[in-house]
T-cell receptor, first 113, second 113 residues
Framework: DAGVIQSPRHEVTEMGQEVTLRCKPI?????LFWYRQTMMRGLELLIY????????DSGMPEDRFSAKMPNASFSTLKIQPSEPRDSAVYFC???????????FGSGTRLTVV | DAKTTQPTSMDCAEGRAANLPCNHS???????VYWYRQIHSQGPQYIIH???NNETNEMASLIITEDRKSSTLILPHATLRDTAVYYC??????????????FGTGTRLQVTL
């Protein structure tokens, strides 16, 4: 099992550019979560999906952020346009079902200059 | 989710048991106690969870007081690789619908030689 796979590991982009972060959950896991981590705010849940359907996006900071899960094996988090304050480590996690823990990916470190 | 209180930091000598406390005095009857840890530059890692009985797995033991208002995570023989931030999270049971984990600030455990 390769675990939760995120890409890219590192992304440096200029302010105003579009950024797309990708996540492949563990096969068979039916829930997927996007988190953001900064020194100031710690780990924050942005959005989560259950069976590919967005359940709660109340953590998405603003309209510049969007997330999709077109199928059970792939999800994207898009920021358009990006701003320096979006610089953070973005984690994706998946879960197989009731009673199981979350498995996190290695994260994408985003730097917006 | 019930609020948790953890010490900001702790030290432990390598080879000794690390006992990480967590207070959750407002826990509800159906809420579980979950523990995760985050090693530097990695995604959070699930450790263990429990409802009211003590739990043990290959990583750690979880001791929950009889009134369930506090718990202790025990790493029986800490190693340098256990240096991490440890998060105690209290939340309702994982039902058929995905529900979210909310991370606090955790305890930074430093294991020393």
């Amino acid at each position: 099992d390769a675990g939760v796979i995120q890409s890219p590991r590192h992304e440096v982009t200029e302010m105003g550019q579009e950024v797309t972060l990708r996540c492949k959950p563990i096969s068979g896991h039916n829930s997927l979560f996007w988190y953001r981590q900064t020194m100031m705010r710690g780990l924050e849940l942005l959005i989560y999906f259950n069976n590919n359907v967005p359940i709660d996006d109340s953590g998405m900071p603003e309209d510049r952020f969007s997330a999709k899960m077109p199928n059970a094996s792939f999800s994207t988090l898009k920021i358009q346009p990006s701003e320096p304050r979006d610089s953070a480590v973005y984690f994706c996690a998946s879960r197989s079902g009731p009673g199981s823990g979350y498995t996190f990916g290695s994260g994408t470190r985003l730097t917006v200059v | 989710d019930a609020k948790t209180t953890q010490p900001t930091s702790m030290d432990c000598a390598e080879g000794r048991a690390a006992n990480l406390p967590c207070n959750h005095s407002t826990i509800s009857g159906n809420e579980y106690v979950y523990w995760y840890r985050q090693i530097h530059s990695q995604g959070p890692q699930y450790i263990i969870h429990g409802l009211k009985n003590n739990e043990t797995n290959e990583m750690a033991s979880l001791i929950i007081t009889e009134d369930r208002k506090s718990s202790t995570l025990i790493l029986p023989h800490a190693t340098l690789r256990d240096t991490a931030v440890y998060y105690c999270i209290v939340r309702p049971p994982l039902t058929g619908t995905a529900s979210k984990l909310t991370f606090g600030t955790g305890t930074r455990l430093q294991v020393t030689l």
